[in-house]
């Protein structure tokens, strides 16, 4: 791996072990309420004044838990990213209740667990319901989803 994008010469060669560090840093958790309207209005209202409460003033192994954030150019508040670690999510009993509603949440619908930088196309393409649309991104779909709530 390293060797091939070094050869690519992609990085300046003082700052290759600066790029390598910083692709292993673990990627913020983010995730997009998805949905009818009226119902992700509820999804969002539930963390605003629940769980994202519930974490302001947390403190796990000496450090201060970062409520989620929003993802400001995402439209209508339905999109967040927390600086927590997925593993940190999993493992960590005082965050138990709020990635239990996470897990619940994302495998009845509610909320879609999506990159980032993956949310940015369907924004971008501006679909119509008469548009003919062929997803050849990697599964599992997200973006795809994405579009199709935006036209429903």
């Given at each position: 791996f390293e060797r091939y994008y070094q050869e690519l010469k992609l990085v300046p060669e003082g700052e290759w072990d600066q790029?390598?560090?910083?692709?292993?840093?673990p990627l913020p958790a983010t995730f997009r309420i998805t949905g009818y309207k009226s119902h992700a209005e509820?999804?969002?209202h539930c963390l605003k004044e629940k769980y994202f409460k519930e974490l302001q003033d947390l403190v796990v192994e000496g450090q201060k838990v970062e409520a989620p954030q929003l993802l400001s150019w995402y439209p209508e508040e339905l999109a967040w990213h927390t600086s927590l670690s997925r593993k940190n999510l999993r493992k960590c009993p005082q965050l138990e209740r709020f990635h239990q509603f996470l897990v619940s949440e994302t495998e009845s619908g509610n909320i879609s667990r999506q990159e980032a930088v993956s949310m940015i196309?369907?924004?971008l393409l501006k679909v119509e319901p008469h548009?003919?649309?062929?997803?050849?991104c990697a599964a599992p779909g997200s973006k795809t989803a994405q579009l199709i709530e935006m036209l429903h």
């Open positions: 790029f390598m560090q910083a692709l292993r840093e509820e999804i969002l196309p369907p924004l548009h003919k649309i062929l997803d050849m």
